[in-house]
T-cell receptor, first 112, second 111 residues
Framework: NAGVTQTPKFRVLKTGQSMTLLCAQD?????MYWYRQDPGMGLRLIHY???????AKGEVPDGYNVSRLKKQNFLLGLESAAPSQTSVYFC???????????FGPGTRLTVL | QQQVKQSPQSLIVQKGGISIINCAYE??????FPWYQQFPGKGPALLIA?????SEKKEGRFTISFNKSAKQFSLHIMDSQPGDSATYFC??????????FGAGTTVTVRA
């Protein structure tokens, strides 16, 4: 089992560009999450999904969109990147709302 | 604002010493309190977690102490080893999803 994987590992964007981060899990988990990690802020929940075809806003959703078309994949989109979105992005998944969240290795995004 | 406040921001401990990290929360609906360990360049990994029906949970050298009335919980790392050098995050949530994380504590264990 690969667990939770994220693509790409690193990316540099210019302000206004768009991109999509891909998260995949092979554990048949229902719940999936996107977090961003910034120095001194810990991890903050951006969006989450409680099952295929569902999405919901987390703590810091502005400027991001998500989709969960397949159970194993959770996509995070930035339509018009801003320097404030420079961060490390982590995807996580869990079997349900009462079980451990497993995190991916992260994507380091820099917006110039 | 952060729903979980974590301190200290960093600490240095000698090998064999005890590391103590403290967290405080406000939301009384929280019923799940995990600690995550993160090494540089890696994602966080669950270390140990507690629910408010117990005041202490121990797994190996790691212990969570929980004080429901004070809305505080702490992580104790006994007999700290160089391999424990990492960033530790406390978190809290209702059930186990929509975690609210603390800001993190960087622990350095000197040999």
């Amino acid at each position: 089992n690969a667990g939770v994987t994220q693509t790409p590992k690193f990316r540099v964007l210019k302000t206004g560009q768009s991109m999509t981060l891909l998260c995949a899990q092979d554990m048949n988990h229902e719940y999936m999450y996107w977090y961003r990690q910034d120095p001194g802020m810990g991890l903050r929940l951006i969006h989450y999904s409680v099952g295929e075809g569902t999405t919901a806003k987390g703590e810091v959703p502005d400027g991001y969109n998500v989709s969960r078309l397949k159970k194993q994949n959770f996509l995070l989109g930035l339509e018009s990147a801003a320097p404030s979105q420079t961060s490390v992005y982590f995807c996580a998944s869990s079997y349900d709302r009462d079980n451990e969240q497993f995190f991916g290795p992260g994507t380091r995004l820099t917006v110039l | 604002q952060q729903q979980v406040k974590q301190s200290p921001q960093s600490l240095i401990v000698q090998k064999g010493g005890i590391s103590i990290i403290n967290c405080a929360y406000e939301n009384t609906a929280f019923d799940y309190f995990p600690w995550y360990q993160q090494f540089p360049g890696k994602g966080p990994a669950l270390l140990i977690a507690i629910r408010p029906d117990v005041s202490e949970k121990k797994e190996g050298r790691f212990t969570i102490s929980f004080n429901k009335s004070a809305k505080q919980f702490s992580l104790h790392i006994m007999d700290s080893q160089p391999g424990d050098s990492a960033t530790y995050f406390c978190a809290a949530s209702w059930r186990s999803y929509k975690l609210s994380f603390g800001a993190g504590t960087t622990v350095t264990v000197r040999a």
